[in-house]
Structures are given as structure tokens and as C-alpha cells.
């Protein structure tokens, strides 16, 4: 099985690494034809309007749209959690290029400026007991998730950082820059 790590911005590197190290057949994924050659794709995270932007001119918008359909495994980690989200709140860029292929609404740079990166352990039930270390990068939130979605986590006030449905995947943080490789495990099984 290969697994596609879109590699046109962001934090892309990060999650090959943990993905060879589960001994998984990592592609970079930049173009039509290496996209064909993958199973699953992970966006990373990095800047939602450029990874737009770069989605739409490589010609890579339109055959991940159509997969995602059809039922490709995909997961989004922060900007690519933007990606994927079927509505964004705010922060939206007139013509921003989006998947819209999860039934979430995400909130752009959710936790302001001030405060807009930290680390917090999280509980994730379908982890397992031990809490995730969870690294929010001016990351965003999900503030509605479709009646097909499931939260999978939460902050103590209650805003969703993690979700599913069926065959997608949503984190607001970035689980690729910690050791712990549960989520990418849990992908994987999607
Ligand atoms: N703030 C970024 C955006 O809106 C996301 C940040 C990230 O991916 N770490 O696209």
C-alpha cells in the first residue's frame, strides 16, 4: 500500500517520517500522476490559501475531490483539516481553493494571535486511556461537525480539535511533530 503525503507546502516531512517509521510506502505527492500511484493521502499543515492555491494550479484539486468521493481514505491536519471542511467560518479568502469534502465547518486561526500556538494533552477516547500530546499551530477549530461525523476530541471548553467521517479524518493540531504515532495508526486502518 503506498500512502500520499500532499507535498506542496507545509509540514509534509514530518508525517513521511512517522509514516516510515510504521514501515509504510511513503509518496510525495505533487502532481496528477504521483497521486494516481497512492491509497490514502494526508494533508498536511502549513498555509490553508497557499496549499488552495497550489492544489488548484498542480491539477491535484479536482482528482482529490473525485477520490475522496469515491471513498479514498484522507486526513487533514491543520490547514489540510481547512482543506477538507465543507465550510470555513472565517478567515475564508475570496476564491480560496477548498476539497470540501467533510461535512465539518472550520474556524480559521480559531485561537488568536496572541495566544496562537501552544501544547496540551488531550483525551482521545478512540486512542485509548493515555491522553495525546496535541500541538495546535495557529490552528484552527471545528465548530459544527455533519450528523455522518463523529468528535473524537475535544478541549476542556468544549471546542472540537478531532473528528471523523467514515473514511476522513480531521485534526486542528499536529500530531505528526510528537513521538506519538496513534493517529497516523488509526488512519491507516480507515
Ligand atoms: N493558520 C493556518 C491556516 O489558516 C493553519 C496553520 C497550520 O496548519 N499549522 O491555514
Redesign the pocket.
Known sequence: MNVGVLALQ?AFVEHEAMLRRLGVNVVQVRTPAEFATVERLIIP?????VIGQLLATSGLLEPICERGRAGMPIWGT??GM?LLAREITE?RKAGQAQLGLMDITAR??AFGRQIDSFETDLAVPVLGPEPFHAVF????QIDRVGPAAEVLATLPDGRIVAAREGHLLATAF?PELTGDDRFHRLFLTL
Open positions: 507545509g499543515g502549513g498555509e490553508s490559501t491543520c490547514a481547512i478567515g480559521r486561526n499551530i495557529r490552528a484552527p499536529h
